[in-house]
């Protein structure tokens, strides 16, 4: 791990191999260690970097609302640091949040995109009900810290074959959920429900993209993300068994190789 200024934070990063980058993008509300699965395995072959978002892992904390877009200009501004041109296109893999961020970076940089791999998240913006209860659950983490976003989020994170067979895996998310910053926590989550529907862009992302989710996702589910992958047309759409919103870490071997394959194929 190393720590580049970029866009007026610190930003602690994994960034080891090399080959055409792969960005990883995490999770809400987690940090770069939910790809250990695929860091570990694809280092030989691609050039890793998994950055700690702004607010999450060692990354410079910010008050306030910090927006998708904010996140991806954080992007851009790292991979300038880390000396990979324009020219040197490179696959930004996100999951959940890291999609939506991912939506945002293409808007704004695409054409530093060889590729979009998509993990378990969504296109439509946040229903009504959906910005209050991220409202909500800002204010209560500022006011009663961590153990309550996590006894909300992690029933919903994993499969039960994840539960009953990868107890440790579930055990690290937990533990990392609550070491999360609340005030990082609380600014991604008001970011959240600012994001923009990115539904009617979707025929015009020519962008090669691969969808992957989880056959168990209960939060980006295998219908909406074959339906994202279906108005896209320059796409590809693989169901990770055996594996709920967390598929990266619940089934890294399936993952893996499908974004190897997909790869190969750039």
Known sequence: MKTVQANGVSINVHDEGTGTP???VHGFPLDHSMWRGQLNSLVSEFRVIAPDLRGFGATTVTDGVVTMETHADDLAALLDELGIEHSRKIILCGLSMGGYIAWQFHRKYKDRLLGLILCDTRAIADSPEVV????KLAATVLEHGTEPVAAAMMPNLFSAASNENRQHTVELTRQCLLAT???GIAAASLGMAERPDVTADLPSIETPTLLIVGVEDRISTVDE?????????????????????????????????????????L
């Open 181 to 183: 910053s609340p005030q």
């Open 22 to 24: 792969i960005l990883f």
């Open 132 to 135: 209050a209860n991220r409202k």
């Open 225 to 265: 993300m074959r339906g994202i992958a279906d108005a896209m047309p320059n796409s590809e759409f693989f169901v990770v068994p055996e594996a709920g919103h967390m598929s990266p870490l619940e089934n890294p071997e399936a993952v893996n190789a499908a974004i190897r394959k997909f790869a190969a194929r």
